[in-house]
């Protein structure tokens, strides 16, 4: 299986608010949707607005998996889209909340259970469910805590971001990836596979993470 986060970003790389991207920038999200088999939120994203993962023209694909993480199990979901229309998603959380979120979503939602480890939930057999039911291809589409998650148990192959041409200087917004240690010692090293030039004044990178 291959893992790709994507993620844009502002000169001081911040994704939140997470409206820095241009219409090129989606458009490049939803043909990335199209080209893999699941994409994996963190609840967070989930709470600060109402992403469906939708492709190209606002199509939601029947047989694309859609999966939010949450340690919590605590968030609207009665008043969220993901919950109310395209393929039932996917609830990764701690195994002890399993029955009682199976409760809670009946059929809206299909609780998958996880192993707590020393930083959150264990991600990598939430990867492997992904790759049972035929994903060969994820998108970890954020936010910066499951990107630091992610990056931090070693599960991400590629990074795509997006570098818009904006500062934000908030340093309550989050970032790339947020986290209490750092993904290495100090630093997590990427090899640059490809930037291109957008038509608004971003760089569009492609790395890959050197495990
Ligand atoms: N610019 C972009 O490309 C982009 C993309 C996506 C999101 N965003 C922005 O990012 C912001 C949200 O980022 P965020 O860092 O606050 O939240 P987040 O990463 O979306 O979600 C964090 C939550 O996910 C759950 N989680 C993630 N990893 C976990 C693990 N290993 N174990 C247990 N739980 C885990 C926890 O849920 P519980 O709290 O339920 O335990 C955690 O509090 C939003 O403002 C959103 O708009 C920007």
Redesign the pocket.
């Known amino acids: 299986m291959k893992v790709i986060l ?4 502002t000169l001081c790389g ?8 241009s219409q090129e920038d989606r458009q490049l ?1 939803e043909r990335m949707r199209q080209e893999t088999d699941a994409s994996l ?9 109402d ?1 469906e993962m939708r492709g190209p023209g606002g199509v939601l694909f029947a047989d694309r998996l859609r999966g ?8 609207p979901w009665q008043k969220k889209q993901l919950f109310c229309k395209g393929p039932v998603p996917l609830i ?3 195994h002890e909340l399993v029955a009682e979120l199976g409760g809670r979503f009946g059929d809206r939602a299909e609780v998958v259970g ?1 192993t ?2 020393p ?5 990598a057999p939430a990867f492997a469910e992904l790759a049972r039911r035929g994903a060969r291809r994820v998108l970890v ?10 990056l931090s ?1 070693g599960v991400v192959d590629e990074l795509m971001v ?1 570098l818009c041409p904006f500062l934000s200087g908030d340093r309550y ?4 990836a ?1 986290g209490s240690v750092p993904l290495g010692d100090p630093f997590l090293p990427c090899e640059l596979l490809a930037v291109r030039q957008g038509e608004q004044g971003e760089l569009y990178l492609r790395y890959r993470v050197k495990k």
């Not at 589409?141 to 992610?150: I, P, Q, S």
């Open positions: 994507i993620a844009a970003i911040r994704i939140s608010p997470a409206t820095m991207g999200l939120l963190g609840a967070g994203t989930l709470r600060d607005g992403p939010v993480v949450s340690g919590s199990g605590d968030f990764f959380t701690g996880l707590a480890g930083g959150g939930l264990l991600l589409e954020g936010g910066g805590r499951l990107n630091h998650a992610c148990q997006t917004a989050a970032s790339l947020e």
